[in-house]
């Protein structure tokens, strides 16, 4: 009988809330087919709730999204009702964004607390988690073992393995294969690519978690001297203007024996129409030289922020939630390989079969590096564009890494004057 009544109220509920909904915008910038599965989601959130919701597209670099965010939040833009927020734009956004500790109170439970805790600005917590990010080394399985090389643990080993395939590669014909490609152009990429080569490098954190200005240091002037050497030989000159996605085109179309990427490209590279499906492993980036060598994966990932400015603020928090529930983490990580940041989910079976990786990630996130937002706080879009461009400067082989980074040093601290 219970069942009967349900099952006749349902159709009733669900309409009532279709005419009652609200239209909700979301500013998002496409990379893959993320905004595909996204839109997958606002289905699901419509017939759940009724409220529909339109996707503001973005461009795909996040430096150009902020950009034009900052224009629309100053503006009190009400034409947009949720912002998808890189992780280090918190302590910089904080002030234009709703608290979500109360909201949200039972759900932040569920997730990483360090992912929580980046979100929070003086207690305030500004967006909730969509996933977490933190880049790895892909390689070519077939050609690894057609050549007799191991997965290399050093950069020095990438390099050699890299430069030695791609000569034997294209005396067999193929012209276009390359050794190893990244992200180059000037842009938050490279900051988050040049972060990984000097930490990797024992060279520190551009600035330290108090504040102090750390880059001008020798072993930072080592990974950029290193990486210079790559450019026109195992990467290609472009690799200087490429983003995330430029690089997964030569990578993706079989032209390269290396890649450094995040974990989206791991589901798109294993897609039925990917030549290289099924090629391919990953393993965390490779350790540079020295006595604080180690494997350093940037921090990233991608949190949802309910504008203060938006005339539908309830129906946006719910959405907010929504897309930062159990359901949604799972569904993002089997469809996109994105990393959820609630803990069962690496042990998740249905995860695992798509992305068994996800088993080796937990430790590269434990030990990933954060990019110095929090301590530089609202100059941190400034402190970055001056690291990615001194890093460009060295790697394009324009200015010395000794002059670039005692540079790069004079002009943060000019920047941080008294106090970040
Ligand atoms: C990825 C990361 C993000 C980072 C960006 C740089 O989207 O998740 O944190 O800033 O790449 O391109």
Redesign the pocket.
């Known amino acids: 009988m219970k069942k009967f009544l349900l099952f006749l109220l349902v159709p009733f509920i669900a309409l009532t809330s279709t005419a009652g909904g609200a239209q909700l915008s979301v500013a998002f910038g496409n ?1 893959g087919k993320d905004l595909d599965v996204l839109k997958e989601f606002f289905a699901m959130f419509k017939e759940k709730t009724g409220h529909d919701v339109n996707v503001i597209s973005m461009p795909s ?3 150009d999204q902020f950009g034009q965010y900052k224009l629309w939040l100053s503006a009190k833009n009400k034409g947009i009702d949720i912002y998808m927020l ?3 734009w918190a302590p910089q956004l904080a002030s234009h964004f709703v608290d979500l500790s109360k909201p949200a109170a039972k759900l932040a439970k569920l997730h990483f607390p360090s992912t929580i805790n980046s979100q929070k600005v003086n207690g305030k917590l500004v967006a909730l988690p969509y996933f977490t ?1 933190a880049p790895m080394l892909y390689y070519r399985k077939d050609l690894l073992t057609k050549y007799n090389r191991s997965v290399p643990k050093t950069w020095a080993e990438m390099a050699e393995t890299a430069s030695i395939i791609q000569s034997a590669e294209r005396k067999a014909g193929n012209s276009k294969m390359w050794g190893y490609v990244f ?1 180059g152009k000037a ?3 490279l ?2 690519d040049a972060l990984e080569w000097v930490n990797s490098f024992g060279g520190g954190q551009i600035v330290s978690p108090s504040g102090e200005i750390t880059i001008n240091n020798q072993n930072a002037i080592k990974a950029l001297i290193t990486v210079k050497s790559w450019v026109g030989n195992i990467s290609p000159n472009g690799v200087l203007s490429y ?2 996605e430029e690089s997964r085109g030569v990578w993706q179309t079989g032209n390269a024996v290396f890649m450094r990427n ?1 974990p989206y490209a791991y589901n798109l590279s294993n897609g039925a129409d990917s030549p290289v499906k099924g090629k391919f492993d990953v393993t965390p980036l490779p350790k540079g030289e020295g006595p604080n060598a180690r494997s350093a994966a ?5 949190n949802v922020g309910v504008s203060k400015y938006s005339k539908n603020r309830d129906a946006a928090v719910e959405l907010a939630l929504f897309l930062a529930s159990p359901e949604i983490q799972k569904l993002n990580a089997i469809k996109s390989s994105h990393y959820p940041t609630i803990p069962s989910l690496y042990e998740d079976k249905d995860v695992l079969e798509v992305a068994p990786f996800f088993s080796i990630v937990k430790d590269v996130l434990k030990t990933s590096v954060a ?1 110095p937002s929090a301590p530089t706080k609202r100059k941190y879009n400034e402190v970055s564009k001056l690291f990615w461009s001194a890093s460009q400067s060295v790697i394009s082989g324009k200015k010395s890494a000794t002059s670039s980074l005692k540079e790069l040093e004079s002009r943060l601290k000019r920047l941080k004057g008294k106090g970040w």
């Open positions: 990379v670099s996040t430096t890189d992780v280090i990010d992200q842009y938050e990429g900051t988050c983003q995330e995040w940037t921090l990233g990932g991608w990019r």
